[in-house]
């Protein structure tokens, strides 16, 4: 089991390495992003109640939330390739379990996350990034990275299987970013002027990732942004992934 | 039913899909130890779906099987384990190269690790993909593509092999080098090769024994032989210089055989009895002092014995024209 897990684990990163289209953009957009975002709203961290010295602290946390999403474009798009070419039916033909495929590939969309999350790190670092959180901090900061990737490439695999369309998974991408915008990605919560706008970034999940993920560059160790982070990329892990599993079922039909 | 160690056996297998469609309705067969046995049929037939049922990927609706002599629905796992098959769509991963296929095959099919490598290699000589190894499959032909799906088949030394159109969209000389590779897993290495096609020749060429399948139910079954002498006898095509003479040609040869569907400008019938009445054919026509533009004889062909079983021409799959055999 655990090395039909690697064997599909070492594919996932393959394929993603060998696709350059997949590789770039999800390093490097989100960073042109948080440039372009810290230039425009730098005035922002002079707003009374603003939470940080300067606006790229705030905004860094943003990237990896974004490579999030790419990570669940990445997973579902080669699941829903996988239905649509017959490799699915090629390997349900081998005694391969169905979970070995599923940990297989998020594992190996979790590894490319968990490098593009680094490289995150190092160029908030490199800018003058704060960090109270401290070397602790770091591996902290990237297990939260990694799970939420976990989250979002859950839901991104889940779709793939069961609609076994690589263009409908490219659907869902601008959904999940219409959450992104719609979140506390450029104002805190209680700076945000619109009473719908704060409504929604205060019942959107995808706030509180940000905010835990934030939490580590403002404020150090906070315990409430942490756990409400920790939890909300749990619970939607553990549903994404069951969500997938039992998509899997279906299509991996054999007797 | 018994159980064949290496063979097939089926009875009464259905395969209904929604809406009441059965794309399998019913199906006999029994594939012997060792032989290759071709399933013949026009796009839609049944032929995939019941390779599907066969290989475990799809369970059937009623009816039973065994496959090694392991049931399908009850053993899968058992059944996955002594079969190979490369399915419709070589099923390949355009990301990786062959070698990268062979190591997750290998491994996913829990070949000994120490193995491998070297069992890669060889299946990757053996489908004449050695240079091509650490090429990415998305540039791969149709030809190449195939042959590594069969190569992928092979590796953990299946006894049975399934097949299904392996040879759709392959250009003439790719189609014989897999063929040629076909047989010789079938002579040489005694695999059981459950094969699949829409082309008349590559079953004739290649199967032992045949079973036409249309609209989901066997319509015919033997040695390609056996089938062709069931509709038995040759037909005569004579085309003479002048249209003025069709009559005449039509004529002498209604006391040869009867009359059936022939090129414009042209007659044919099935002869009566055999190739041996040709010289006093010749001879009679020659009497009649007709000149002839053409004279054609047509052995019977597994696309006749479709024609005979079917009322349509297999290949193409479209309703014949006028039924085979008119009224003389």
């Not at chain 1, 770039?24 to 603003?50: H, K, R, W, Y």
């Not at chain 1, 934030?214 to 990329?233: C, K, Q």
């Not at chain 2, 299946?123 to 195939?146: I, P, Q, T």
């Amino acid at each position: 089991m655990i090395e039909q897990i690697l064997e599909m684990a070492r594919r996932s990163v393959l394929q993603t390495l060998r696709q350059p289209a997949l590789v770039i953009p999800p390093v490097i957009f989100p960073l042109v992003m948080m440039a372009i975002n810290t230039g425009g709203l730098d005035a922002a961290s002079n707003l009374p109640g603003f939470p940080a010295d300067s606006y790229l602290d705030f905004a860094i946390a943003v990237p990896f939330i974004q490579g999030s999403l790419f990570a669940c474009v990445n997973a579902g798009s080669a699941l829903a390739r996988d239905v649509e070419s017959g490799f699915m039916k090629r390997l349900a033909m081998t005694p391969m379990q169905r979970a070995a495929l599923l940990v297989g590939h998020l594992g190996g969309v979790m590894l490319v996350a968990l490098a593009s999350a680094v490289i995150y790190l190092v160029v908030g670092f490199a800018v003058g990034m704060d960090f109270p959180a401290g070397a602790l901090g770091v591996p902290a900061i990237l297990l939260l990275a990694l799970l939420v990737a976990l989250a979002f490439a859950g839901l991104g695999a889940f779709v793939g299987l069961r609609s076994g369309s690589g263009e409908a998974v490219q659907g869902f991408f601008p959904l999940f970013f219409v959450l992104l915008f719609l979140s506390s990605m450029s104002l805190p919560r209680p700076l945000i002027e619109q009473d719908w706008f704060r409504f929604i970034a205060t019942y959107n999940p995808v706030s509180y990732l940000i905010e835990g993920i934030r939490s580590f560059i403002i404020t150090g160790w906070d315990a409430e942004a942490l756990a409400l982070a920790f939890g909300i990329a749990i619970v939607i892990a553990v549903g994404g992934v069951a969500a997938a599993a039992s998509a899997l079922r279906t299509r991996l039909v054999r007797t | 039913m018994t159980q064949l160690p290496n063979g097939i056996e089926v009875e009464g297998l259905v395969r209904e899909f929604k809406g009441g469609i059965r794309a399998v309705d019913g199906i006999d067969l029994r594939v012997e130890p060792g032989e290759i046995y071709g399933f013949l049929g026009p796009n839609g037939a049944g032929k995939s779906t019941t390779v599907l049922m066969l290989t475990t990927l799809l369970p059937p609706t009623a009816g039973s099987a065994r496959v090694a002599g392991h049931d399908i629905v009850k053993e899968g796992p058992a059944v996955r384990q002594a079969i190979g098959a490369a399915l419709q769509e070589a099923a390949l991963d355009g990301l990786l190269t062959g070698r990268d296929h062979m190591r997750l095959q290998t491994a996913l099919q829990g070949v000994p690790k120490a193995e491998r490598r070297a069992r890669g290699d060889a299946l990757l000589e053996r489908v004449g993909l050695a240079d091509a190894a650490d090429r990415k499959v998305a540039g791969y032909s149709g030809g190449m593509k195939r042959r590594l799906d069969l190569a992928l088949a092979l590796v953990h030394h299946p006894r049975i092999l399934f097949l299904d159109e392996p040879t759709t969209g392959l250009d003439p000389q790719s189609r014989s080098d897999m063929w040629q590779e076909v047989a010789r897993l079938a002579h040489e290495d005694g695999v059981t090769v459950f094969l699949t096609t829409q082309y008349l020749e590559e079953a004739d060429v290649l199967a032992d024994r045949i079973a036409i399948i249309d609209q989901g139910r066997i319509v015919a079954r033997g040695t390609p032989d056996e089938l062709k002498a069931e509709i038995g006898r040759p037909s005569l095509e004579v085309e003479p210089a002048e249209a003025g003479s069709l009559d005449e040609v039509a004529g002498v040869l209604a006391r040869f055989g009867l009359p059936v569907t022939a090129r414009p400008g042209a007659v044919a019938v099935r002869l009566r009895g055999s190739v041996d009445q040709l010289p006093e054919i010749v001879r009679a026509i020659d009497a009649e002092d007709i000149v002839l533009a053409d004279f054609r004889l047509h052995a019977p062909t597994l696309d006749d014995v479709f024609l005979a079983k079917t009322g349509r021409k297999l290949e193409g799959g479209e309703p014949a024209a006028e039924p085979e055999v008119v009224p003389a």
